[in-house]
């Protein structure tokens, strides 16, 4: 059974950072993408960052760019995001995914962890 354990959520301050821990087991995660998505109060799900199974290929939305960064493990079934300079924007429930290929549209992902909750205060 595969399982996605998120950790690493909390409340901070804007400009204060956090960093999410993700680890998947269950079985073998090699040529599979991992990421995070992240939902806010009142919206829709929306992809943030996915990095591929090598780390040599890593996408972002624009709203994160040079603020978020995400590192993966070397068993390759973990992945960390680390969130820096944080805006109440980013306030929203954080969802690991992982999937063959992650795509920016959240219906197609195969597997997803619980959540963590990110709250920014302003």
């Known amino acids: 059974q595969v399982q996605l354990v998120e950790s690493g959520g909390g409340l901070v301050q804007a400009g204060g950072s956090l960093t999410l821990s993700c680890a998947a087991s269950?079985?073998?995660?090699?040529?599979?993408?991992m990421g995070w998505f992240r939902q806010a109060p009142g919206k829709e799900r929306e992809f943030v960052v996915a990095i591929n199974w090598s780390g040599n290929n890593i996408r972002y939305v624009d709203s994160v760019k040079g603020r978020f960064t995400i590192f993966r493990g070397y068993a390759e079934s973990t992945v960390t995001l680390q969130m820096n300079n944080l805006q109440p924007e980013d306030t929203a429930v954080y969802y690991c995914?992982?999937?063959?290929?992650?795509?920016?549209?959240?219906?197609?992902?195969?597997?997803w962890g619980q959540g963590t909750q990110v709250t920014v205060s302003s």
């Open positions: 995914a992982v999937d063959r290929r992650i795509a920016t549209a959240p219906g197609a992902i195969e597997y």
């Open positions: 269950g079985r073998t995660f090699t040529y599979y993408d």
